[in-house]
């Protein structure tokens, strides 16, 4: 009897992870929220045999972390939504798929997950939207384009949380949001980097961006709104005309201040592969940091932020190892960290253009200025800061 419970032990032990049982709760979070009905993602991951048919690829893109897209490496704090994969995690879709991707009962399938087809946090207290539809070409490299939104009143506006409504979630990679203070009109080019004008970016993975309560963005009297879209061509064409939910905060109480990390970059020379600048930059008064927003553009590979402290102790506050202008997110610290006068960040960006550099978009390379256009280059890290106090 001992035996035979040896061996059902063994034999259970042995059994390779179901959709079931295992793979289904990892794509739920991590995958669904992008590949589901009426997203951006190419293809439906909430169902098995969706997912059956791509375990291979599943696996390989969760092998090289390809997917899902989290660029930020563990360092000395954590981040709000991370869609970094556990290595149990990894190990499971890889022993799923080289077993043959089985279902296991699919009674024992969690509940997939619902998502909002409205205002994820009720109704906006103002709605705004591009006065027209937009065309997206069938092929082609992505497309950015600039809008000036208007804002209905002229009077000075406290911004606590966005949402982003696409009409056509399939095309739309990712929105940066600026308060419009120069009246800049629209057109085919990337938006200004000014931190101060900077409210959000938002992405398809995070339906709203919020901020602490009683926390908020300052949009100045007469200023409407300056919307940075990403489109991507999917074979055909395509139209979108986006909306954007304004949240306010109800009691305003403190304005995020910005603190922002510019080196100047000088021309890089073609054929380059690790070319590095960096800088650092001193706290001038006691910060609470609430997150950190980098910026570079095509052939940046890797982007560092390091804190040293007046005591000495230095942590690792930002690595990607992996930098990609299309996954450009916005960090926020699960816990704010208190940042003391006297504390100096440094910034490191390392430039890759040669033609290695898959992301290279001049072949054969030649030397790369900044500028404001898609092939020039920026090296930027704004930091989203408060007074320092305790942050509920």
């Known amino acids: 009897m001992k035996f035979l419970l040896v061996i059902s032990v063994l034999f259970a032990a042995v059994q390779p992870p179901t959709y079931s049982d295992q793979i289904a709760a990892i794509l739920d979070e991590h995958c669904a929220p992008c590949h589901r009905a009426?997203?951006?993602?190419?293809?439906?991951?909430?169902?098995?045999?969706?997912?059956?048919?791509?375990a291979p690829q599943l696996a390989y893109v969760a092998q090289r972390r390809?997917?899902?897209?989290?660029?930020?490496?563990?360092?000395?704090?954590a981040f709000e939504g991370e869609r970094r994969l556990t290595r149990e995690q990894i190990r499971?879709?890889?022993?799923?798929?080289?077993?043959?991707a089985p279902e296991g009962d699919p009674r024992r399938r969690p509940k997939p997950p619902s998502f909002s087809q409205g205002w994820a946090l009720g109704q906006p207290d103002e709605i705004v939207q591009l006065p027209r539809e937009h065309a997206i070409p069938a092929e082609g490299r992505d497309l950015f384009y600039t809008f000036a939104i208007p804002l209905r009143a002229d009077k000075e506006r406290y911004v606590s949380a966005i949402q982003v409504m696409p009409s056509n979630p399939r095309v739309l990679h990712h929105v940066l949001v600026y308060a419009n203070k120069q009246n800049l009109p629209?057109?085919?080019?990337?938006?200004?980097?000014?931190?101060?004008?900077?409210l959000f970016i938002w992405s398809p993975g995070h339906p709203t961006v919020k901020l602490p309560e009683g926390i908020y963005k300052r949009i100045p009297?007469?200023?409407?709104?300056l919307v940075q879209a990403h489109y991507h061509a999917t074979g055909r064409e395509e139209r979108d005309r986006l909306r954007i939910g304004l949240y306010y905060a109800g009691q305003p109480k403190d304005e995020v201040e910005m603190v922002e990390i510019a080196p100047k970059l000088p021309t890089i020379p073609a054929n380059e592969s690790r070319f590095l600048i960096q800088e650092t930059v001193k706290i001038d008064k006691d910060r609470t940091l609430l997150g950190i927003v980098p910026?570079?553009?095509?052939?940046?590979?890797?982007?560092?932020l390091t804190l040293r402290l007046p005591t000495g102790e230095t942590k690792?506050?930002?690595?990607?190892?992996?930098?990609?202008?299309?996954?450009?997110?916005?960090?926020?610290?699960?816990?704010?960290?208190?940042?003391?006068?006297?504390?100096?960040?440094?910034?490191?960006?390392?430039?890759?253009?040669?033609?290695?550099?898959?992301?290279?978009?001049?072949?054969?390379?030649?030397?790369?200025?900044?500028?404001?256009?898609?092939?020039?280059?920026?090296?930027?890290?704004w930091l989203e800061t408060l007074p320092a106090k305790t942050v509920q």
């Not at 890889?94 to 043959?100: E, F, L, N, S």
């Not at 629209?186 to 900077?198: E, I, N, R, V």
């Not at 009297?221 to 709104?225: M, N």
């Open 316 to 381: 690792s506050l930002l690595i990607i190892r992996d930098w990609d202008f299309n996954w450009q997110d916005r960090y926020v610290l699960k816990e704010p960290l208190t940042l003391p006068k006297g504390s100096q960040l440094t910034a490191r960006f390392i430039y890759d253009n040669s033609s290695a550099n898959p992301r290279n978009p001049i072949a054969p390379p030649r030397p790369i200025a900044a500028g404001q256009g898609l092939e020039d280059e920026t090296a930027l890290i």
């Open 221 to 225: 009297a007469g200023s409407g709104l």
């Open 92 to 100: 499971l879709i890889d022993d799923w798929a080289a077993a043959g």
């Open 66 to 77: 390809l997917m899902p897209p989290w660029k930020a490496e563990p360092c000395d704090v």
């Open 38 to 54: 009426n997203a951006i993602g190419p293809f439906t991951l909430t169902d098995y045999e969706s997912a059956r048919k791509r």
């Open 186 to 198: 629209s057109g085919k080019a990337l938006a200004p980097h000014d931190p101060d004008s900077f």
């Open 295 to 304: 910026h570079a553009r095509l052939l940046c590979v890797e982007v560092r």
